[in-house]
């Protein structure tokens, strides 16, 4: 089993780039939207200046953090577990036992698809967690093996 942590393809920082653009877009419809009622229905202004800044500073800082989010964001296979990490200051590290997995699936949106990435979902009978942008032919890879060691886990403690 290799013991080595595995990062996303680069590829994956063009997409969470996409993320941040579409919620500027989003955000600007929204800022939009509060505008007109401020024209129209006599609203308070400064609902609609506090979308603006909103508008301006959560993408900005979204793009601005995915640098720092493709650096610290791993993933690791071991014969007892799934191991996830991301994050520096806001350390986030989830550790998923191979003997409650119970099913791997492959997902690819658009934006995915475009760069030839999936993202693979392991879920457990309470909860799903997600290793977002890894090349598919790795991905399949990585479903195999997982699911592999989860029925090897069950068979052992039969």
Known sequence: MSSTNHQLPPRIKRIWGLSALGSLVALLVISGLLWLTYRYWDWSIWITVFALILTVIEPLIEAGLIPYRYRFTRYHITDLAVE???GFIFQKRVAIPIARVQNVTLNAG???QWQ???KVS???AATS???EGLELLEAERLREQIMRLAQEA???QT
């Open 129 to 131: 967690h997600d290793i």
């Open 84 to 86: 996830m990490q991301s």
């Open 154 to 156: 069950r068979h052992d």
């Open 110 to 112: 658009p934006l995915l």
């Open 122 to 124: 392991i879920a457990t």
């Open 116 to 118: 030839k990435l999936t």
